[in-house]
Nanobody, 127 residues
Framework: VQLQASGGGLVQTGGSLTLSCAAS????????IGWFRQAPGKEREGVSC????????NYRGSVRGRFTISRDNAKNTVTLQMDNLKPEDTAVYYC?????????????????????WGQGTQVTVSS
């Protein structure tokens, strides 16, 4: 089982980055995918999720309207498009897979519900 997050980097405030999560070793279409982030000295927090069909997505309030999550089940990938980035978005971003498929428009599952995790990609937004 592998989740490979990529696409992080250094951008200025207002810039954009596209994160990708490539999955292998499990049946991708059986899993919801979530993105989490962890800044230095802070707890890990959920950023966004998408259910296994792609029909339901959710975002934490601070990124809603700036980030867009999508998935390509034919390519076993999930993309997080991040626009209008802010310094407070600086963190290591992780993707994770959830077999319980708990990503709903009304609620986003916490990290305890996720079964597999990727290694993380650093996003740094300079002011």
């Amino acid at each position: 089982v592998q989740l490979q997050a990529s696409g992080g980097g250094l951008v200025q405030t207002g810039g954009s980055l596209t994160l990708s999560c490539a999955a292998s070793g499990f049946t991708f279409t059986d899993y919801a995918i979530g993105w989490f982030r962890q800044a230095p000295g802070k707890e890990r927090e959920g950023v966004s999720c998408i259910n296994k069909s792609g029909g339901s997505t959710n975002y934490r309030g601070s990124v809603r309207g700036r980030f867009t999550i999508s998935r390509d089940n034919a390519k076993n990938t999930v993309t997080l498009q991040m626009d209008n980035l802010k310094p407070e978005d600086t963190a290591v971003y992780y993707c994770a897979a959830d077999v319980h498929n708990l990503c709903l428009k009304a609620a986003m599952p916490t990290d305890v519900y996720y079964d597999y995790w990727g290694q993380g990609t650093q996003v740094t937004v300079s002011s």
